[in-house]
């Protein structure tokens, strides 16, 4: 843990304008990381740009139609390396808690205008639709439960999570975690839908609780009392979805599991709280998550 390959620290900054309906006419999206596959790939030394850490900046289904990605590789002392999801996993945080934005912007319901950002693309209308139908979305929350919604492909895999939570001071409770999800074809459905449950419980680990720090030149954390994990009593119910489609890419369900949970859990933290927390993990904002059911 002290002599490894970290996950880079990336900087996003997403400006957009928006028309007389709220949409976005126009986005500007600039990426700051260091590398993310050159110790594990080092051709990516001859390329002029490491392709892993734009993940998720290309891959856009939004119908937004003047759209610019800049990137800039940082070089750092610091040795960085992969992660599980790459780098979709920290834009695709970025970009979610942006639109999210946007649609608080225009006073819409957050999953109304990602579905109108959609435009006529019903492979991911399809999957942002099942999510909102099995979370219960046109349907209030129990009193004090707050949900926040994320979409996404990721691994050329769409994918949407729904996360309910409640705030209590700064202690948060999980109440349900609904994904859905379409690789093309689920060759073995269990073991898929196994891969995005165990996504789940990393992207909350990812969201609450682990971070590596530096002081003195060195790596703080030593071991799992400083590098926590989620425990057993921490993860929440989880409901798996999954739809087959006919694209001819078949995607992964290895790595995509985390992908859109991290903002998923942001975006209801904020409709909780009514402050957005543009960093993670959130135990930098004083937040703990607490059990969610009895271990």
């Given at each position: 843990?002290?002599?490894?390959?970290?996950?880079p620290?990336?900087?996003?900054?997403?400006?957009?304008?928006?028309?007389?309906?709220?949409?976005?006419?126009?986005?500007?999206?600039?990426?700051v990381s260091?590398?993310?596959?050159?110790?594990?790939?080092?051709?990516?030394?001859?390329?002029?740009?490491?392709?892993?850490?734009l993940?998720?900046?290309?891959?856009?289904?939004?119908?937004?139609?003047?759209?610019?990605?800049?990137?800039?590789?940082?070089?750092?002392?610091?040795?960085?390396?992969?992660?599980r999801?790459?780098?979709?996993?920290?834009?695709?945080f970025?970009?979610?808690?942006?639109?999210?934005?946007?649609?608080?912007?225009?006073?819409?319901?957050?999953?109304?205008y990602?579905?109108?950002?959609?435009?006529?693309?019903?492979?991911?209308?399809?999957?942002?639709?099942?999510v909102?139908?099995?979370?219960?979305w046109?349907?209030?929350?129990?009193p004090g439960?707050?949900?926040?919604?994320?979409?996404?492909?990721?691994?050329?895999t769409?994918?949407?999570?729904?996360?309910?939570?409640?705030?209590?001071?700064?202690?948060?409770t999980?109440?349900?975690v609904?994904?859905?999800?379409?690789?093309g074809?689920?060759?073995?459905?269990?073991?898929?839908?196994?891969?995005?449950?165990?996504?789940?419980g990393?992207g909350?680990?990812?969201?609450?609780?682990?971070?590596?720090?530096?002081?003195?030149?060195?790596?703080?954390?030593?071991?799992?009392?400083d590098?926590?994990?989620?425990?057993?009593?921490?993860?929440?119910p989880?409901?798996?979805?999954?739809l087959?489609?006919?694209?001819?890419?078949?995607?992964?369900t290895?790595?995509?599991?985390?992908?859109?949970?991290?903002p998923?859990?942001?975006?209801?933290?904020?409709?909780?709280?009514?402050?957005r927390?543009?960093?993670?993990?959130?135990?930098?904002?004083?937040?703990?998550?607490?059990?969610?059911?009895?271990?």
């Open positions: 843990m002290q002599h490894d390959g970290y996950r620290a990336v900087m996003n900054r997403l400006t957009a304008i928006v028309d007389d309906q709220g949409k976005p006419a126009s986005l500007t999206h600039r990426l260091p590398t993310i596959l050159l110790p594990v790939f080092p051709t990516v030394a001859d390329a002029p740009y490491d392709p892993s850490c993940e998720g900046t290309l891959e856009w289904h939004y119908k937004i139609f003047h759209w610019q990605v800049d990137f800039h590789q940082l070089k750092i002392p610091i040795k960085t390396s992969v992660l999801t790459t780098g979709y996993g920290p834009n695709i970025a970009i979610e808690s942006f639109i999210d934005e946007l649609a608080v912007n225009a006073k819409k319901d957050p999953y109304r990602r579905r109108e950002l959609l435009g006529d693309d019903s492979r991911c209308i399809a999957v942002l639709d099942l909102a139908e099995k979370s219960g046109a349907h209030k929350p129990p439960h707050f949900r926040g919604i994320a979409f996404a492909e990721a691994f050329r769409v994918i949407a999570h729904v996360v309910e939570l409640s705030v209590k001071g700064q202690d948060v999980i109440h349900k609904t994904c859905v999800f379409d690789c074809i689920a060759l073995d459905p269990d073991i898929s839908k196994s891969s995005m449950e165990g996504g789940i990393w909350l680990t990812v969201a609450f609780k682990s971070e590596i720090t530096f002081s003195k030149g060195g790596v703080d954390q030593s071991n799992y009392h590098y926590q994990l989620l425990n057993m009593s921490e993860m929440p989880v409901e798996v979805h999954y087959n489609s006919d694209t001819r890419l078949l995607g992964g290895g790595e995509v599991g985390p992908v859109t949970v991290v998923a859990v942001a975006n209801a933290l904020f409709a909780a709280t009514g402050k927390y543009r960093s993670m993990p959130l135990s930098r904002h004083g937040f703990r998550l607490t059990a969610s059911r009895k271990a």
